[in-house]
């Protein structure tokens, strides 16, 4: 299928107004077969009744000219340019022919101005211009011709001008008729194929931004993951940091506690040494606090509940390096370790 586009237009939007024109031509086309057909029964029926034989001739080109449109109507592959060129050929000889019998009585110059603005909507300003050369070419054959007097208004006519002023008078009122109606057509199909540009580039940086938009939310959404996948790395080599663990003989292990010792990092160190203790199967867990900088008394409940937490487990636990200080701070607060292994340092629970 052949394709009509606009200079000036990217191709999209030059799609988009071959598309507009291909259904302009269609329908145009199938309402010309419609009411075509009942204008050539009707005017063919009254004309022949008014010029009795002399009619046939006239009736032989409106009836050729209707099949030739429905025939175009309906068959599609020929293309949009050859179906449009053949319409307004059809078009551009029934009005030069109405322009023939009519003179300037008639309604050729309708017709032509039809034809014209209909030359602008389906070929855009060139059409158009080429279309408007030919009706004044016609225009001035035909009045020449009439003014010649080698073509003639029928006596039917009531009035009958066949002048050069006439004629001259007829066809600057048509050349202005026709800038009138061409030019503002024309200058709303500009409108509309810069309106079409306009809206295919707006919708493209839509599409580019919620694109870019896309990438950038999953892009922060790797980021975000990999943020995660850091924070809880750094939360683990914290948590190794604050409470390590070291064999320091077979399925014996040697926690030394270093610095301040809260709620968060009390909780930390039952689940470390609980775990550790439960994946190695140790048996011996010293917990050496001689670096504990306060013990108060959440850090000997921690203690307990966390040599008590081992026992369970079936691992025994041992707290080594108690200084007088914080001897005095169990006494004081009453703490019962009976049951907790108390030594001064790793080496003497070794020695047991």
Known sequence: MSRVFSVGLPSHDAQLLYHWRLRLLNRLLWVLAVVGFVTLIGAG?????????????????????YCVVLLIAVVHRTGFTARALTLLAILSALSTLILAIDGLLGSGRVFWLGTVVLAAALFDVRGC????????????????????????????????????????????????????????????LQRLGALAQRTTQDAALAQENARLAEERAIELE???????????????????????????????????????????????????????AS???????????????????????????????????????????????????????????????????PQEVLKR
Do not use: K
């Not at 002399?54 to 409106?62: F, H």
């Open 45 to 65: 029926w009254s004309g022949y009744n008014a010029l009795g034989e002399d009619a046939i001739p006239y009736l032989i080109a409106y009836t050729g000219a």
């Open 279 to 345: 994946v190695r199967r140790t048996r011996l867990m010293i917990i050496d606090v001689a670096g504990v900088l306060a013990f108060d008394t959440l850090v000997a409940q921690s203690l307990i509940r966390t040599a008590q937490a081992l026992e369970l487990i079936g691992c025994q636990a041992a707290i080594t390096g108690i200084s007088p200080a914080m001897a005095q701070t169990i006494t004081s607060l009453g703490l019962q370790m009976e049951s907790i292994t108390i030594a001064r340092s």
């Open 222 to 276: 790797r980021q975000t993951a990999r943020l995660q996948e850091t924070e809880q790395m750094l939360r683990n080599l914290v948590a190794t940091l604050e409470t390590p663990t070291v064999e320091i003989a077979d399925n014996i292990m040697l926690a030394p506690l270093v610095g301040q010792i809260d709620s968060r990092r009390a909780d930390t160190l039952l689940r470390r040494l609980l775990t550790i």
């Open 129 to 188: 211009i080429a279309m408007f050369v030919m009706s004044l070419l016609s225009f001035s054959i035909v009045g020449g011709l009439h003014i010649q007097g080698v073509l003639s208004v029928p006596p039917q006519q009531l009035e009958t001008l066949n002048t050069a002023p006439d004629w001259i008078g007829a066809g600057v009122v048509y050349l202005c008729t026709v800038t009138l109606a061409a030019v503002p057509f024309m200058y709303l």
